[in-house]
Each structure stands twice: as structure tokens, then as C-alpha cells.
């Protein structure tokens, strides 16, 4: 472990370019899902759209909320043993181990998959992006947290499928999620949608640009590894916030950042990881 003081100065026009246009504020993530991987994954039939000619002659689905409420009981057991596991690797804060085993981990993942939902290991996503595996989430969700004290508002660059989104809202008030790839932002919102995430705004966007509209956050957390932190999340940092990133390229390690002042962070850099690179602009 290895801690420096930076000085940026770091004027957002700088990063984002005095023209660029200003994104539109994120809407709630507060709706109904259908629940066609949960069905997929139990032996049900799924729920389709009205006009999806795959409804022709299909048995009418379950209502979506017994679904639910079956999904979440045939996983219990899985899902503390899962939390359990991580508390064996060294994530020690409760508030984060019960969200792990609050949050049904086999909504985010392809029904193919699901066998493997709850298993400590990544999973493909499509894209190119992967679902972290549990431990590193709950790590990096720690060391988030000031000395354990409750986070307010985060901001998460990288949505991918919503896993860690939805792990965050049970440990923080507030969550904003950016995310750069149109059809995993529209995934995101699938995945979310029967969980019911009231504290959640999700955006479609260049996430190296961070969301200033929602600035300043008390903590901000990336799932995608760049060779440094871009300057436009440092200063949409609090003073006192928290940032915790991978960065690197072929060797990466967790580095979390500390705004200690208007133009002061310190920096300590931790374990090794692995996760997909960093990129800017939309797709």
C-alpha cells in the first residue's frame, strides 16, 4: 500500500468543453418489470409484451410479484451462504453483507447462467462487460464508506446489468448510475424494475464525464479500470468524499482517492483486480 497528495487544478470546463451539452436529469427507476428470465430460470412461462407474436398460443404467466416472491425464497439460502463467503475474505461491514443477501443476484444474470449466480466469479454480460464478482462489489462498496459511517450521494460510472447498483442502494440514501452502452443501460432498467429501487436514478452517458447536474457526491465508485481517474470525477467530489476505482491497464490495483481540500486528494492504492477497460463517449 502506497499513499501520495495530489494537487489538480481542475477546472471542469477543462474536461467536459464549455460546449458540451448539458445531460438530461435521470428519471426514477420506480416500475414494473416483466419477469421473463425470472420465469425463464424456474420452469415458468414468461411474460411477453402484447403485440410480441411469441404470445400466440403461450399459457397465460404467473402474476409478476408471486414470481418475485418465489425467486427470492428459492435463493435465500444461497444468498447468505454468498455473503457468508465474502465475510471470510475480510469484508467486515455488516450494513454491506446484508445487502448481499438482500439483493437476488440471478435477476442480473443470464438464465443460462443462473446456476452460477451466487458463485464468487465474474459473468458475462454481453458487450464485452462482465458482472463483478460478489467479493470485489462488496469490497470496493466498503471502502466506500467513511469509517462505517452512512453514504448519501453516490454516483456509479458503469451501471453494466444494475448488480451493483442495487447493492449500493441498500447502503446508501441516494444512487445515480451512468452508464455508456445504450442496450446495458436498457437492461440495467429491466433487471431493476420488479426490485422496485425508489433511491436510484439511472443515466445513459459518457461516464468519464461523471454527472455534474448531481454533483457535489460523498461517494463515487467505478466498475471499469482506466490508467488514471479522470480529472471531472475528482472534482465532482464533496470535500471529504470517497472515490474508489481499479486503475491500470495490464496490472490493475483498487486505488481509493480522499478529497481532503478544494484542490487536495490523497491517495492509497490496495489489492490487485481485474475489469474491463475504461472508455469514453457513447455506444
Known amino acids: 500500500m502506497s499513499e501520495k497528495r495530489s494537487n489538480f487544478p481542475l477546472p471542469l470546463s477543462s474536461v467536459t468543453g464549455a460546449g458540451a451539452r448539458k445531460p438530461a436529469a435521470p428519471a426514477p427507476v420506480a416500475t414494473p418489470q416483466t419477469a421473463t428470465q425470472n420465469a ?10 402484447a403485440g410480441d407474436a411469441r404470445q400466440r398460443g403461450a399459457q397465460p404467466a404467473q402474476p409478476q410479484q408471486a414470481l418475485a416472491r418465489s425467486d427470492l425464497m428459492a435463493t435465500e439460502a444461497p444468498r447468505r451462504a454468498m455473503a457468508a463467503r465474502v465475510a471470510r475474505q475480510g469484508v467486515a461491514d455488516a450494513q454491506v453483507l446484508g445487502a448481499l443477501e438482500t439483493v437476488p443476484r440471478h435477476l442480473f444474470v443470464e438464465p443460462a447462467m443462473s446456476s452460477q449466480a451466487y458463485a464468487d466469479v465474474s459473468l458475462p454480460i454481453g458487450y464485452s462487460q462482465t458482472i463483478s464478482q460478489p467479493y470485489m462489489v462488496a469490497r470496493m462498496i466498503e471502502l466506500l464508506k467513511a469509517n462505517g459511517q452512512p453514504l448519501r450521494r453516490v454516483l456509479e460510472i458503469g451501471t453494466g446489468c444494475g448488480y451493483q447498483a442495487a447493492v449500493l442502494c441498500r447502503v446508501a440514501q441516494e444512487v ?15 433487471n431493476l424494475r420488479p426490485l422496485h429501487v425508489a433511491n436510484l436514478r439511472l ?31 475528482l472534482e465532482q467530489m464533496a470535500i471529504g468524499a470517497r472515490l474508489v476505482a481499479p486503475v491500470g491497464a495490464q496490472v490493475q490495483h483498487l486505488q481509493r482517492i480522499i478529497r481532503t481540500g478544494k484542490s487536495e486528494w490523497t491517495s492509497e492504492t490496495l489489492e490487485a483486480c481485474h475489469f474491463v477497460p475504461l472508455r469514453p463517449g457513447i455506444a
Open 40 to 49: 425463464r430460470s424456474n420452469g415458468q412461462a414468461p411474460a411477453t409484451p
Open 176 to 190: 445515480f448510475s451512468v452508464e455508456r452502452i445504450k442496450p446495458l443501460h436498457e437492461l440495467a432498467k429491466h
Open 203 to 233: 443515466q445513459y452517458g459518457d461516464g468519464m464525464l461523471g454527472l455534474p447536474q448531481a454533483a457535489p457526491f460523498d461517494g463515487i465508485i467505478l466498475a471499469a479500470a482506466g490508467s488514471e481517474v479522470p480529472r471531472a470525477l
